[in-house]
């Protein structure tokens, strides 16, 4: 790919050459107006200067006899800074009769013209011809301009402006590969200044000045960062909260891994087998309960496509029943929630983490209810509630407030994996008793009607 340098330079010098042969064009053409009404204005001031010599000198007499070659004029010669410019001067009686002429012209008539400028061609070429009329002698004085002295004239001018243009450009085109290059210098700083970071070092970038250009990309590289940052910390927090949790229930299940290996057989060995079992069951709920959270936190996770909110939530209480039945606890589904869709994944691990804690808080022989309506899901539970202490924190991982059970994670994996979605997690007390969770659906999760 060709680097930004180069591209600048090619569009700064194709644009600033489009513009410079458009004023050389310009110019050009400016130029030979300008030349052309110099030359019409001298050629009028020679024609003028020889009507006023005729009456000048008295020719009245020669004009009167009306004899062809009567006159003898001088050659005309006019200078433009360096050039010689030879002019041809006719001199007709009003009866149609040559006069004179200087030498250099055609023998023929000039200009068929009554008066003022005209172009004529000849056998000698073409020629920008001036009648001027004296009435008083009875004479029109013509004096002609040949146009290929002309053009030879506006070609050497041309020239001598074309010169200095064609100088200037290659001057130009070094000028704008500097100024690109110097133009570019805060990219190349910036680009230095991230390639002498170390691989700990997230802070923004945009901490110091930065051009206006740059900010941009200073910005993008800022979120970028806040990104990472918070994916290392979420790595971290995850490393550290497993090993600490991990770190109980393993000492335990060895403590009881040799105690049956010691007891003798009977009675203490089942006992301990069994606190083994329930030991490894725990601890592998806490390692799932751990990747979910890891996944319902990361990112990069990717959204599945959405489906009814009655159907994901049938497919989780469906799941959870088996805990219900052990726990005697009647788990049941009422309400509708119409047309309203959702991410089956982090809508479904949400709910089954809140009805679990629910189902678990509830008393023997009591219920769970998970009403749906139009704004969301709501689950009931006839147990203690949450202490109001205990409420502003039941979202933290491995907080397990007064009561200490759990792992203190299913709400926070459910309030992850609604904030991924855009659901929202609140609690309040339900009448006549027990705890109320609401999962509170965005706006925009009903489709609008045909």
């Known amino acids: 790919m060709t680097s930004i340098r180069w591209r600048l330079f090619a569009m700064l010098l194709l644009a600033t050459g489009v513009i410079w042969l458009s004023a050389v064009v310009w110019l050009q053409h400016s130029t030979r107006a300008q030349i052309e009404r110099v030359l019409d204005s001298r050629l009028a001031e020679a024609g003028h200067m020889v009507s006023s010599l005729l009456s000048n000198q008295g020719l009245a007499q020669a004009v009167s006899a009306d004899a062809e070659g009567s006159l003898t004029l001088p050659d005309f010669r006019m200078f433009e800074g360096e050039m010689e410019r030879q002019l041809h001067c006719q001199v007709w009686s009003l009866r149609g009769t040559l006069l004179g002429q200087s030498g250099g012209g055609p023998q023929e008539r000039l200009s068929k013209a009554r008066e003022g400028f005209s172009d004529t061609s000849t056998e000698s070429g073409k020629w920008r011809v001036y009648t001027v009329v004296n009435q008083p002698l009875g004479v029109e004085i013509m004096v002609g301009e040949s146009m290929a002295m002309r053009e030879n004239l506006v070609t050497d001018v041309r020239a001598g402006l074309l010169w200095p243009i064609l100088v200037i450009a290659p001057l130009l085109a070094l000028a704008i590969w500097i100024s690109v290059g110097r133009g570019l210098g805060p990219l190349g700083t910036f680009a230095a200044a991230l390639a002498r970071r170390d691989d700990q070092d997230l802070s923004p970038v945009s901490a110091g000045p930065l051009p206006p250009e740059i900010r941009p990309m200073g910005a993008a590289l800022d979120g970028l960062l806040a990104r990472l940052a918070r994916a290392r910390k979420r790595e971290r927090d ?13 000492a335990g299940i060895r403590t009881q891994a040799q105690v049956a290996r010691a007891a003798p057989e009977g009675q203490m060995q089942r006992h301990a087998l069994d606190r083994l079992v329930g030991g490894v069951d725990r601890t592998a709920r806490l390692v799932s309960q751990l990747l979910d959270l890891a996944r319902a ?26 805990l219900a039945r052990n726990r005697d606890v009647a788990l049941q589904v009422e309400g509708d929630a119409g047309d309203m869709l ?49 409420l502003p924190h039941v979202t933290d991982r491995f907080y397990t407030g007064k009561n200490g059970k759990g792992t203190g994670l299913g709400l926070a994996i459910a309030d992850a994996a609604l904030v991924r979605i855009g659901w929202a997690l609140g609690f309040r007390p339900a009448q006549p008793s027990g705890q109320l969770a609401c999962l509170t659906a965005p706006r925009n999760a009903t489709p609008p009607g045909p």
């Not at 490393?239 to 770190?247: D, G, N």
Request: net charge negative.
């Open 238 to 250: 995850f490393i550290s909260c497993a090993a600490h949790e991990l770190k109980t229930p393993l």
């Open 297 to 322: 936190e990361d990112d990069q996770t990717a959204r599945s496509p959405e489906h009814a909110v009655a159907h994901i939530v049938q497919q989780s209480v469906a799941g959870m029943q088996g």
């Open 342 to 390: 959702a991410d089956p994944v982090h809508l479904g691990l949400a709910l089954r983490n809140v009805v679990e804690n629910a189902v678990n808080a509830a008393p023997a022989g009591s219920a769970v209810t998970v009403a749906l309506s139009m704004r969301g899901i709501e689950v009931r539970d006839q147990g203690p509630g949450i202490d109001p202490d205990d």
